[in-house]
């Protein structure tokens, strides 16, 4: 999972609790995203980094928030989790390479969350 | 804006025959097209990508896929199924110059090779 993990991997809470899920990534690529994963849906991104305290909305922003003090570490806090936002969450990380254009994405190994 | 269809939720296939998971795009400029493949409880790996160049591009595990701008399709083929290729596929498309937050992935094919 090209050096990337995440943590918790299974996490289960109540509806209200703030939830904190963290993205490290050992490859010291610039660029780190958060996506969900839901049946029908394939993965919608929630938030992207572009650099250190550098982010930005995705899709599926609402209720969820960012942040990135160092390049290897990106959270995403549920401030007050709901039951729709049960679901696998995945970190994705990608590069520029010389051509100043990111393009693949690597992602770990995701994490499920369950809001009862 | 952008969009990636995949028609197919279930692909089903016998091993040792060819396999073809479809899928189709729309985006305003020229496209970077993935592929990546999720086994159960793991994350999306990626196969392969067109970027520019040969429509025909070849990636891991080997499977390839056909780049057709004339019917907006990137279809990922294999010539002989395994039951180990059994798993999830997305299909992934995003503009040229667009940003980061402009990737669309596809809903997804599950792939199922019977022995």
């Known amino acids: 999972d090209a050096g990337i993990t995440q943590s918790p991997r299974h996490k289960v809470t109540e509806t209200g609790t703030p939830v904190t899920l963290r993205c490290h990534q050992t490859?010291?690529?610039?660029?780190m995203y958060w996506y969900r994963q839901d049946p029908g849906h394939g993965l919608r991104l929630i938030h992207y980094s572009y650099g250190v305290k550098d982010t930005d909305k995705g899709e599926v922003s609402d209720g969820y928030s960012v942040s990135r003090s160092k390049t290897e570490d990106f959270l995403l806090t549920l401030e007050s989790a709901t039951s729709s936002q049960t679901s696998v969450y995945f970190c994705?990380?990608?590069?520029?390479?010389?051509?100043?254009?990111?393009?693949?994405?690597?992602f770990g190994p995701g994490t499920r969350l369950t809001v009862l | 804006a952008q969009s990636v269809a995949q028609p197919e939720d279930q692909v089903n296939v016998a091993e040792g025959n060819p396999l073809t998971v479809k899928c189709t795009y729309s985006v305003s400029g020229n496209p970077y097209l993935f592929w990546y493949v999720q086994y159960p409880n793991r994350g999306l790996q990626f196969l392969l990508k067109?970027?520019?160049?040969?429509?025909l591009v070849k990636g891991s595990y080997g499977f390839e896929a056909e780049f057709n701008k004339s019917q907006t399709s990137f279809h990922l083929k294999k010539p002989s199924a395994l039951v180990s290729d059994s798993a999830l596929y997305f299909c992934a498309v995003r503009d040229r110059y667009s940003s980061a937050s402009k990737i669309i992935f596809g809903s997804g094919t599950r792939l199922s090779i019977r022995p």
């Open positions: 067109y970027i520019t160049g040969d429509n």
């Open positions: 994705a990380i990608s590069e520029t390479p010389p051509s100043g254009i990111q393009d693949t994405q690597y």
């Open positions: 490859e010291n690529h610039r660029y």
